[in-house]
């Protein structure tokens, strides 16, 4: 049966760039799936997308003509169904084997074998095997249904009458088994081996496909159209450096924008265009933006990184004189940089903080309020945490800071480009004379954006982002917007993370639980204090503690479990993670150090047997949770009573926990968590002779309560740096 490359396109009107990429992998990896799945190819047969602004296509190696036939086994019914006493054919079953095409002399063919606890009759046939021209129209037809189509529209087909729904009108449809066209339709189309080349560069408009192998080649040399996506996209990047080369400047690296470009073009061609150097003066942030977002044009950078007045333009015609292309682009450009240069302009005759005011009209959240009150929130959590780590002058900074932050979401530049928040807000502060450290505050308060991004450069934008971020994890949470499976529309997974990237990586000495509380008191019009005036920094903010609602524990659950799933994802396993937060750390910043210290711990030979018995122990104390006796024996008597010590080994137990204990805490309380946890490994033979030698439910209620007391001993200084009972197998 002979195997031959299997090409399929469908030609389309131009599709959305944005998506192309993705449309492209789909149709290929669905079909291709189908046809494996179908066994038209084999499993490991190399498949090759293509993709252009009005083509989807895809090259399958080795399909075969038809499908081998199938042996398959069909059971039908229980034994004592299919045959009666005598062993003769029931109804049932003759009925059943003439559905499957099957006569009464296909009875003594049948199998018997085991099915759970009784005999079942089996009907082997060889089911024949789908040939290409059907296999494939299924194949297509499942690749069309599950593309991700952004959006579907209706159009009619050429008879006037039917309408289909897809992501464009669709104009062509190929299918070539080597040489010979599949015959197949989809869209009102019948397949053929006919496709068009580029609107206006092709040779002639109309590419006949001598097979499925020479695709790709004809229509590079006959149609002016590069296929691949992949190989335009590499030949966009090589033409991008090439002129940026010869100009000693670099192109701006934006994936996403090469991806839409690439996804514009089908034969790319770079050409150099420039601009007047006086709208240089705006902030290169709004120029390299309406370049990109409105025009597509790759902006260039000298040495240093600063934006110069050249841009490169990939368009998809090659004339043989670029000027008037590259003109034209120059003129269209133009316009755009006077737009960004006049919001610049506009916007630096009013000073930040006079724009204040206006947040409160904008409404914030019709439940939280306007911009404004969540201003006044973020200030003083902004305050708050600016007393803890510097006291009162970087207190003021984080409440100037957190005031203007807002602010430049009221100017024309951010109004028209909303990606810039922040960023205009620190060239505003800059030109009104505040200190770089609240100016760059200002825009690095909503960092960090993204998984990866950087974090705010200073201690004040330190306090206000993570401010802005608690605030909004609060907030939300109270109002139940709590993200379920997927579904996050604001962001609060990335909120919770920020936050936690924060504390971690600058090391900041906060107490997680404090923080969430004073945010909640932020909600409960703890914003104003006596004569506006800030107080001493320890009264301060116990002050805002005392103001904090309860029931923030579903907050604080959702961050820790954020955090547990960030640790995971760098490497750490799920016990040692769990042995750490199942203490619920107050300060986030230890968690690596623990983390670390356990990873130590678990390689100690006396570690499996200590973590085993300390699960032992914990599961004791459980079992006895306000029992009457231990509270009295450890309230009256301080814990564990030295007299009442009767065996050889709890009183062994209790000397090297006397011993032992101190230097574990002192190493804890110093922060060398890995020292502490290695004194404990001292305790292994004690407390496995403990547990060989000693009965701890005692009939006498004295001995039992003391022994009680002794475990819960034991279990507090084992268990300060991390639930050691996490890493028992």
């Known amino acids: 049966m002979s195997s031959k490359n299997l090409l399929v396109e469908l030609f389309v009107e131009e599709l959305p760039p944005k998506a192309l990429k993705k449309l ?33 296509a895809v090259q399958v190696a080795n399909v075969a003509a038809k499908a081998a036939d199938k042996p398959v086994s069909q059971k039908l019914m229980p034994v004592s169904v299919g045959l009666d006493a005598n062993g003769q054919a029931t109804p049932a079953l003759l009925k059943r084997l003439a559905g499957l095409g099957a006569g009464p002399e296909a009875v003594a063919q049948l199998k018997r074998a085991p099915d759970g606890k009784n005999e079942a009759l089996f009907y082997d046939s060889l089911v024949a095997g789908a040939a290409l021209a059907d296999g494939l129209q299924k194949a297509l037809e499942e690749a069309l249904a599950k593309l991700p189509i952004p959006k579907v529209m209706g159009y009619q087909l050429a008879d006037g009458w039917t309408t289909v729904n897809f992501v464009r009108p669709a104009h062509g449809l190929v299918a070539l088994h080597g040489s010979g066209v599949v015959p197949i339709s989809v869209l009102g189309l019948t397949s053929g081996n006919t496709t068009q080349g580029h609107r206006f560069e092709a040779a002639n408009p109309t590419v006949t496909l001598n097979s499925a192998d020479s695709y790709a080649e004809q229509l590079e040399t006959e149609g002016a159209v590069i296929a691949s996506f992949e190989a335009r996209r590499a030949e966009i990047q090589r033409q991008l450096f090439d002129a940026a080369t010869k100009q000693n400047l670099v192109p701006i690296q934006d994936d996403a924008l090469l991806d839409e470009v690439t996804a514009l073009v089908e034969r790319p061609n770079v050409l ?117 780590l510097g006291g009162e002058a970087l207190a003021r900074q984080a409440d100037q800071a957190a005031l203007l932050a807002k602010a430049d979401l009221l100017t024309d530049m951010v109004g028209e480009f909303p990606e810039l928040q922040g960023i205009m807000g620190r060239y505003y502060a800059q030109h009104d004379g505040l200190s770089d450290e609240v100016a760059y505050a200002i825009e690095d308060h909503y960092k960090p954006r993204f998984a990866g991004d ?78 506006g005036q800030i107080k001493d920094a320890s009264e301060e903010f116990e002050f805002m503690l005392g103001f904090a609602s309860t029931g923030n524990d579903d907050l604080t659950n959702f961050i820790f479990d954020r955090l547990a799933g960030s640790l995971r994802e760098q490497g750490y396993s799920a016990q040692e993670v769990d042995a750490v937060l199942s203490l619920r750390p107050a300060q986030l910043r230890d968690v690596p150090t623990r983390l670390a210290a356990v990873r130590v711990f678990a390689a100690l030979p006396e570690a499996a047997a ?120």
């Open 454 to 531: 950087e974090l705010p450069r200073n201690e004040v934008g330190i306090c206000v982002a993570l401010a802005d971020k608690l605030e909004t994890l609060v907030g939300l949470f109270g109002i139940g917007q709590i993200p379920t499976g997927d579904k996050d529309p604001f962001a609060l997974r990335r909120h919770a993370l920020g936050a936690i990237r924060m504390l971690v990586e600058k090391r900041l000495e906060l107490d997680l639980g404090k923080l969430v509380d004073i945010s909640s008191g932020a909600f409960h019009g703890v914003a104003h204090f006596q004569g």
């Open 272 to 388: 150099l265009g420039q601009f007047e150097e006086a709208f240089l003066e705006v902030p290169q942030e709004c120029l390299i933006l309406t370049m990109k977002a409105n025009q597509k044009y790759f902006p260039l950078l000298d040495a240093s990184g600063r934006l110069t007045n050249k841009f490169l333009i990939v368009s998809n015609i090659r004339p043989a004189d670029p000027s008037l292309v590259i003109g034209g682009n120059e003129r269209v450009v133009r316009p755009r940089l006077a737009d960004a240069k006049f919001f610049f302009d506009q916007d630096r005759k009013k000073p930040l903080d006079a724009r204040v005011m206006g947040l409160s009209k904008v409404v914030y959240h019709n439940k939280l309020g306007t911009q404004g009150e969540r201003v006044e929130r973020v200030q003083a959590i902004a305050r708050a945490i600016g007393l803890q």
């Open 610 to 729: 200590l973590a085993a018995a300390n699960k032992r122990v914990g599961n004791i104390l459980k079992k006895v949770e306000g029992d009457a006796t231990l509270r009295q024996a450890q309230g009256e008597r301080g814990g564990v009573d030295v007299s009442r010590l009767v065996e050889a080994a709890e009183i062994a137990l209790h000397q090297a926990l006397s011993e032992i204990a101190p230097q574990a805490n002192a190493a804890f309380e110093r922060g060398d968590y890995t020292a502490s946890l290695q004194a404990l490994a001292a305790l292994r033979a004690p407390v496995d002779a403990f547990f060989d030698g000693v009965m701890v439910n005692a009939e006498d209620p004295a001995l039992r309560a003391n022994r009680l007391a002794l475990l819960a001993q034991l279990h507090a200084a084992m268990n300060r740096v991390a639930d050691l009972s996490k890493l028992a197998a």
């Open 24 to 56: 492209g992998e789909s149709f290929a990896a669905t079909l291709s799936d189908s046809l494996k799945a179908q066994g038209l190819a084999a499993a490991e047969a190399a498949v090759t997308a293509y993709a252009s602004p009005r083509r989807l």
